[in-house]
């Protein structure tokens, strides 16, 4: 019997489907096209934006006799045992194969932001602690192992990594985020795409783009950025996870800029994208976004209004299930009101992924391959190196941290006793299990109060709430102060619970007005601190929060952004002193609660002045991060260099062309007594150019671990790319004229300064600039 050429391994795939397609109906190629829910709930509560109103029931029988695209969320819709779920998925995908014409198999995908969003899986830090980690290879190594737990059992496609810049930390979404720096999320993020791909899981990047600048902070608002900061803010993360990452899907944003829904947007999905970009991947919609552009956004009349500009925009799949890429699309082309090109064009981007899956082969085998084991031991080890590295200790004036291990300690606050208090609004119980309520949590979270009792077993330990997350009564104050003033110190375990459109006090749809602690939580802490017993402020949260305040008045400040199942061992161990924090802020932490927005990527006019009597400079900065040890930075120099010959070569002036380069560099020193790692931090800061800049802005980093009396050169390659910019006309260049590149601890302090002339023409810049400053470290 002859093989079709489309089932040909030997051929190349791109000969492979285009043989398929042109054995294909308009049906079955518009089947490819959409994804089915199954299970998903169309009453109450839902997991996505307005699921009750944009979810229909359909006939599955009749529905897959013509093919099916995707599969949704088999494992995160509801508690599934991980190996009978396997088993029902691999039966799932035979009957699709076997109901069609020819045998192809839908493509499953999940979410995975941070880790498989499925019961009984290893629940990591949220994508905040992983920019708070400032560990690209770690979150590699983590994304790795979520994409071989998600191959395992039969998933093809992660909804994961979310690549929007935080420009409002009022914004519910601000824990998915890595943080407020665009090299930082760009950096951390390829990382995790590398992670993901190399398991062979296609990694979807999101929300293309602009989602995070929705006005007001509201989930879903428009989107006012400028052009400039449309450019360089927004774009770089998903531009260098494509480059430097190799991702092979991006998600449209909910959101419109300047009136242009992203989902509608030719100039974003397609010029930019893939003309300019030279994306070869499948750009699928945010759940119901497609539809939204008729609901919504209003520039479309009809379903099939919403599919045609849609397609036309390059949206090749409409997830999660089939609304207007169904029935409206097909017969809007049978009636050449949509022009079957299009269709074509997205079906083709679809079938060359499934090839690449090996979804077209003869021999695929949907069955699991080996005993399904979703939090195993190496995936709970990642999880507590990924959450003890993310642990920032952002004050400790009079060494209050570490504890004694004798001591007595009064542990108080809602976050303390809570094992949901270390997870975030994509974690499988705080997104699926509280519409489950019977179901146990399936994986094993200790909480800090649990954690702290097996950390110090010899300490006198003693709890009391004091009051909620985020309601106003305040009866349980007595209580929590009595406990605090018969204590050494005071643990005050404050923050966040995850949750979402409004359920939670941080997620998605869970924003905020101001900055202040969520319920009475900030009361309670004023009536510990008023005991006069030192106390220590643990924050569990999923975005930062005003803590000027009490600004000198706790004995240490301790930050953790939802840091996942292992996290309460994590911040136990900070506070014992078996781990040495050294986590760094990938958002600025700020002084009042009303000083926002604000981020560290502030032109001149952004910063504190004279002009106003508001001070928006924030209380901790970005990067910033202290440790229980010390660290020197001594400054590059020639050998036999006197301190201050050092000092004055490192500061020498430079002089590059506009396509040149310059290595920077440092050692850094150990010079206390226990091991201990140091993030070195470049940034740029660019006196005079043609608009204006952030007064600095990160342009390389690199984590660097030390024993004590050890020391390290970090060195970085700069290279005259990275202090390019969108100008006036839109174009991105390099202008000639001074740089000066600051090595320090944080945005806000600079230890070594290398003062540069680029010189030369204006240089534009094509897509093929260099992204990332390379380190090395000797």
Known sequence: MTTAP??????????????????????????????????????????????????????WDELITHGLGQLTRPFGTAPVDPELGARALARAQRRIAAAGRFGIPALAHEECLAGFTTWRATAYPVPLAWGAAFDPPLVEEMARRIGQDLRSVGVHQGLAPVLDVVRDPRWGRVEETIGEDPYLTGTIGSAYVRGLESAGVIATLKHFAGYASSAGARNLAPVRAGVREFADVTLP??????????ARSVMAAYTETDGVPASADPGLLTELLREEWGFTGTVVADYFGI???????RVAGSDAEAAHAALRAGIDVELPTLKCYGRPLLEAVRAGEVPEELVDRAVRRVLLQKCELGLLDEDWDPEPKERVDLDSAAGRALARRLAEESVVLLDNPDGVLPLAPDTRIAVVGPRAADALAMLGCYSFPSHVLTH???????????????????????????????CGVSDPDTSGFEEAVAR???????????????????????????????????????ELLDALVATGVPVVLVLLTG??????????????VVQAFFPGEEGGPAVAGVLSGRVNPSGRLPVSVPREPGGQPWTYLQPPLGLAGEVSNLDPTPLYPFGHGRSYTRFAWEPDATPDATPTEAEAEAEAEAEIGTDGGHEVAVTVRNTGDRAGAEVVQLYLHDPVASVTRPDVRLIGYRRVELAPGESRR?????HADLAAFTDRSGRRVVEPGTLELRLGPSSAEARHTARLTLTGPVRELGPDRRLVCETAVS
Request: hydrophobic share 40%; with cysteine; charged share 25%.
């Open 543 to 556: 975005r930062p929060y005003a803590l000027g305040r009490w600004q000198g008045r706790l004995g240490a």
């Open 6 to 59: 489309w089932r040909d391994p030997a051929l190349p795939a791109s000969a492979r489907v285009d043989d398929l397609l042109s054995r294909m109906t308009l049906q079955e190629r518009i089947a490819q096209l959409y994804g089915v829910w199954v299970g998903a709930s169309t009453d109450g509560d839902g997991v996505a934006p307005l699921q009750r109103e944009m979810t229909a029931d359909h006939d």
């Open 436 to 466: 489950h309520p019977d179901v146990p949590t399936g994986i094993d979270i200790p909480t800090v109060l649990d954690a702290l009792r097996t950390e110090l077993p010899d300490a006198k330990v003693t709890f009391a709430e004091g």
């Open 714 to 718: 970090v060195a970085f390659r700069f």
């Open 484 to 522: 605090a003033a018969e204590a050494d110190v005071c643990l005050a375990v404050l923050g966040d619970r995850a949750g979402l459109f409004g359920r939670g006090t941080s997620g998605e749809g869970c924003d905020v007005t101001d900055l202040r602690l969520p319920g009475a939580q900030g």
């Open 291 to 297: 539809g939204f552009l008729k609901t919504l956004h």
């Open 237 to 246: 993360p998903f531009e260098m996870a494509l480059r430097e990452g190799g």
